[in-house]
């Protein structure tokens, strides 16, 4: 009796937990820090010349985020082009506190409330943004990227030019973007 409640309890947990699509996580983890790269004011985001990316997740996403941290450690081995660079994790919890100085967020599937938190910090704080989900670019998020036939990068339109996130050119006339 005791398996089958345990089995239900499983099934109803993941019948409300997010899904992740895994080839998405991985061309996102490995094309977002390139990105970073293409910040025409990157050197004013750095920390003691290093680029920092915080994945941005809640609770229930916490191994997800662990797994793409350990996947784009391994795919970049802490070097950006010639910068240092270092992923860490930020709970959606501790985001009021954050004072960390970091270069990027990557926002994994978060609520509505604490997705546009996390835009108005990257806003005062000129971080550079990057989600998991196309729609969160509606709430105030700079970049994401989807599979379709191919990659497809797309921007928001209206957080394009914060005072100092400037891409280069020939990102901007790669991107779909969004109003």
């Not at 409640?5 to 992740?20: D, G, I, M």
């Not at 550079?128 to 729609?135: C, G, K, N, Q």
């Not at 709430?139 to 394009?160: C, D, H, M, R, W």
């Not at 400037?166 to 969004?178: D, R």
Request: proline share 3%.
């Amino acid at each position: 009796m005791r398996k089958y409640l345990l089995l239900c309890l499983f099934f109803v947990h993941s019948l409300y937990a997010y899904v992740y699509n895994d080839l998405l996580l991985k061309t996102q983890a490995t094309i977002f820090p390139k990105i970073i790269l293409l910040d025409q004011n990157l050197v004013d985001k750095l920390h003691n010349n290093t680029v920092t990316l915080a994945i941005v997740y809640e609770k229930e996403d916490f191994y997800i985020a662990q797994n793409i941290q350990k996947l784009i450690e391994k795919h970049y081995n802490s070097l950006l082009d010639e910068y240092k660079f270092h992923v860490i994790l930020l709970d959606i919890s501790k985001i009021k506190n954050f004072n960390e100085k970091v270069t990027a967020f990557y926002v994994l599937h978060l609520s509505e409330n604490n997705v546009t938190e996390v835009s108005q910090l990257a806003a005062e704080k000129d971080i550079i943004t990057f989600s998991y989900d196309l729609e969160n670019l509606q709430k105030g998020l700079l970049f994401s990227v989807t599979i379709e036939q191919a990659p497809t990068f797309y921007l928001n339109k209206k957080n394009l030019y914060p005072e100092n996130v400037n891409f280069v050119p020939p990102l901007l006339q790669m991107v779909k973007f969004i109003d």
